[in-house]
């Protein structure tokens, strides 16, 4: 792994509230958008009865439609017919139990599978219907609102690197403000893993991490998104980025790069996401700063790198950017006290709000 992005001071850390002023919603925000767009009364039926109960957690949401779809015990003829014999027998007993009757009724069928097979249809349509959704929000981006938004911060950040202007970057959003920022910015570098071919295809390859040596008088951002993105997608074995973000059906050889929310499994199976993540936990063990802008800790994965590290790394302090700054703390970090800085305000273009706060918390050596 490249020692200078491990060995990097300053790590900063993006979740959805660091977009929300370029109009991108938060995860409550967006369920509502979901429900008001969905037209189809079965998919909006099971949609309103899930969130009823469990609430406006979009990765709560589809970890109980996935739910359903991964116990679709029906689809194979066998399995089908196995099943259903079963439930055909039981339904049997119970009719000649409710009639009083010795005699089981011969032809008594239960329409249990079928009524579950065809929930499970609606279930697998919703979730590619909330996927549409996501390609839908995040895709479009105003360069010009991104760089009034983060400029401010940046040069903040200059300012305390001086010399040492490497910074790791990680990320749980989809869309590519990061990437809309650095475009036509002479004094920043972008490294975000991919490396244009001679047939002018930017293709992902590890050994861009591996490689990497900062430019000097640059600002060198090498950014891992760790839940990929919607600009990326998989093509014979390689990962691409396209220009546009493109949904494609799921029966098509091609497939987005993209961990939805209760896919973090693929965590461990395959890159981006591993060296990513292997990445972020090599750099929680050296730095002395991460600044989590509006992220809101769901990620179990976030939260555990987190704490390992605050046990590993004494000198390691965390800044919490975001309107429920204290009240993440009291849930999360309570025991780490003397190593969590909170920030109460919402991450917006204006740095005379965060600016003194953050100069105040971090002292590089």
């Known amino acids: 792994m490249n020692r200078y992005i491990l060995n990097s001071k300053i790590i900063l850390f993006l979740g959805a509230g660091a977009s929300e002023f370029l109009g991108k919603p938060l995860m409550s925000n ?32 589809l970890k109980e439609i996935d739910g359903i779809c991964e116990r679709n015990y029906f689809k194979g003829q066998f399995k089908r017919n196995y099943i259903k014999d079963q439930l055909d027998i039981i339904g049997s007993l119970a009719r000649a139990l409710l009639t009083s009757t010795s005699q089981t ?13 065809a929930l499970c249809q609606e279930c697998y349509r919703l979730k590619w ?22 400029s401010p911060l940046f040069r903040i950040l200059k300012e305390i690197l001086r010399e040492k202007r490497v910074l790791p ?8 403000a990061i990437e809309a920022y650095t475009e036509d910015m002479d004094d920043v570098e972008l490294i975000d893993g991919f490396k244009t071919t001679k047939s002018k295809t930017s293709i992902w390859k590890i050994t861009v991490f591996e490689k990497f040596k900062p430019i000097r008088k640059r600002m060198n951002i ?5 839940h990929g993105s919607i600009f990326w997608y998989r093509l014979e074995g390689n990962i691409v980025y396209s220009p546009i973000a493109t949904q494609f059906p799921s029966h098509v050889n091609i497939e987005p790069v993209i961990l939805y929310p209760n ?31 509006g992220y809101s800790f769901r990620d179990y994965i976030t939260i555990t790198f987190l704490k390992n590290a605050l046990r590993m790394n004494k000198k390691l302090k965390v800044v919490i950017f975001d309107p429920n700054a204290t009240k993440i703390f009291k849930a999360y970090f309570s025991f780490y006290k003397n190593n969590v800085v909170c920030i109460d305000k919402k991450f917006t273009d204006k740095a005379e709000d965060y600016q003194d706060e953050i100069l105040k918390t971090i002292h590089l050596e």
């Open 30 to 61: 967006f369920v509502d958008k979901l429900i008001d767009d969905i037209n189809d009364d079965k998919l909006r039926g099971i949609l309103l009865t899930i969130v009823e109960s469990k609430g406006k957690d979009l990765e709560i949401l």
């Open 105 to 117: 009724e011969i032809g008594y069928k239960s329409d249990f599978a079928a009524k579950y097979e």
């Open 129 to 150: 219907r909330i996927y549409d959704k996501i390609f839908e929000v995040y895709f479009d981006i105003d360069r010009m609102q991104v760089k009034r938004l983060y």
């Open 169 to 176: 970057i990680f990320t749980t959003n989809y869309d590519k």
């Open 222 to 226: 090498c950014l891992f998104k760790l």
């Open 263 to 293: 896919d973090i499994k693929q965590i461990a199976f395959s890159d981006p996401f591993i060296t990513a993540y292997s990445y972020f936990q090599g750099c929680l063990s050296r730095a002395s700063y991460i600044i989590f802008i």
